[in-house]
């Protein structure tokens, strides 16, 4: 008697101009085939014998989870789109001492599983379905589809398809990519052209390369995985009660938009900042931005932290030739800081609340955009266009364009539309009208 475990293909891509057989894996699929792997490994599923189709997403996925198990690959060109008998053939073909098989089938979705092998599906019993359904849910997350196809293992063995294998489990690592294209493309018409930049613009005198999807995808960049996906804030200064809020308000927003678990870490005070890495510019104290990152920030971050990003009300300096910045960050170790000083001129009040807000949420969500691997943008009136001053950044929008937005999905992986309202709701509260009217125009799209 022989188990079966049949692993669909991990989450892929599919960039233009590339064959159905060539399609890589994506980021996420990558991970999730590898957490996958290294937890049946850490169950004790045994398995001796691994069989994939040679197309390309299914061969890496199965190239990923012999790095737990090291064993032979094979090939079956019969597990490209099989049908029935050339299903079961391939099952049947192995050899007798064979007793654990790890098969990665292309199958485009479940149920279309379940038509073309309708003899292994009807002989189970009717308690493993419901198992079985949820761990193929698309958009489950993968601590659920593990706790989903442990409870599978743990339930025992079925016999099915006259005494030849059992089916042990059913890993499902898939999203509905072409759904979010959909979202995409739907909201690109609102998409606000770029005008030729004016001298004091930042891209006047920038030579900035245009980033696609697929250079997007290509670049090395941070991505959440289990342990490590929660955004951390972490002010510094002494922080009076309206600047307080505004770091609050910029949790819950960050928490909407990058749609990750965020949180803020108590003050730190501005005495841990040395009088050699402060100077004094215009009457203004400033602080030396690569310090906080390397002497405060990098040693403080937390282990479940995807980003910590500090926020101090001091103004900040990169290097003694330059006035001022915003912000600083390094995006390889997902590390930052942004500077909360000119958003108000040093002095948040009731009047200028609503501004200042506006601008912690842009920078703040920019600068991690940055972290996320986004470059700056080309495409459209978005949030992460590069910005020189104030005033540029008042002119950009809070909302991501929708190339940008396509980018941090495929790495973040959250619902678009959910994502939409929440935004709709948080600026409707806060009373960012423009932003508001942004977000029901996109709405409108998408319904
Ligand atoms: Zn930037
Ligand atoms: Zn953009």
């Known amino acids: 008697m022989k188990k079966l475990i049949l692993v669909r293909h991990a989450k892929s891509d599919w960039p233009e101009e590339t064959e159905d057989f060539d399609r890589p894996l994506a980021d996420k699929g990558l991970a999730e085939a590898m957490h996958m792997s290294r937890f049946m490994k850490n169950n004790n599923v045994a398995i001796d014998y691994f069989v994939s189709s040679p197309a390309v997403r299914a061969l890496n996925t199965c190239k990923i989870f012999n790095q737990a198990y090291h064993l032979t690959i094979t090939t079956n060109e019969k597990l490209y789109n099989p049908s029935e008998s050339n299903f079961e053939s391939v099952i049947y073909d192995l050899d007798d001492n064979v007793s654990s098989v790890l098969s990665f089938p292309i199958t485009t979705v479940f149920p279309i599983l379940r038509i073309l092998f309708p003899k292994i599906f009807s002989t189970f019993p009717p308690v493993v379905l419901p198992v079985l359904k949820s761990t193929v849910i698309p958009g489950r997350n993968l601590k659920e589809q593990k706790r989903n196809c442990f409870s599978f293992m743990i339930r025992g063995r079925f016999n099915f398809i006259s005494k030849i294998f059992y089916f042990l489990a059913f890993i499902f690592l898939f999203s509905c990519q072409k759904k979010e294209k959909n979202y995409f493309e739907a909201i690109a018409s609102n998409d606000v052209k770029l005008s030729d930049p004016e001298p004091h613009e930042w891209r006047y005198n920038r030579n900035e390369k245009f980033q696609t999807f697929e250079g997007f995808q290509k670049s090395k960049k941070i991505h959440p995985e289990i342990g490590k996906n929660t955004i951390y804030l972490q002010p510094i200064g002494e922080f009076n009660i ?206």
């Not at 690569?290 to 290097?319: H, Q, W």
């Not at 040093?346 to 600068?367: I, Q």
Request: aromatic share 10%; hydrophobic share 35%; proline share 2%.
């Open 242 to 447: 309206l600047q307080k809020k505004q770091v609050e308000l910029a949790g819950n927003y960050f928490k909407i938009y990058f749609q990750l678990e965020t949180k803020i870490l108590p003050a730190l005070p501005n005495t841990i900042f040395p009088k050699d890495i402060r100077r004094i510019k215009d009457e203004n104290e400033q602080i030396l931005a690569g310090y906080v990152l390397d002497s405060i920030l990098i040693k403080r971050k937390p282990k479940d932290a995807l980003v910590l990003m500090g926020i101090t009300e001091k103004d900040l300096f990169p290097r003694s030739d330059w006035n001022y910045i915003f912000g600083l960050a390094s995006y390889k170790i997902g590390v930052g800081v942004t500077s909360m000083y000119r958003f108000s001129n040093g002095n948040v009040t009731k009047a200028n609340f609503n501004r200042s807000l506006e601008r912690l949420l842009k920078v703040g969500s920019h600068e991690i955009g940055h972290m996320f691997g986004i470059s700056h943008c080309l495409n459209a009136n978005c949030v992460m266009n590069g910005s020189n001053h104030l005033s540029e950044t008042d002119y950009h929008f809070a909302r991501a364009c929708s190339l940008c937005q396509q980018k941090l999905n495929s790495s973040l992986h959250y619902d678009n539309k959910k994502r939409l309202n929440e935004l709709k709701n948080f600026f409707e509260k806060h009373h960012l009208n423009s932003e508001v009217t942004r977000a029901e125009e996109d709405l409108k799209l998408i319904k």
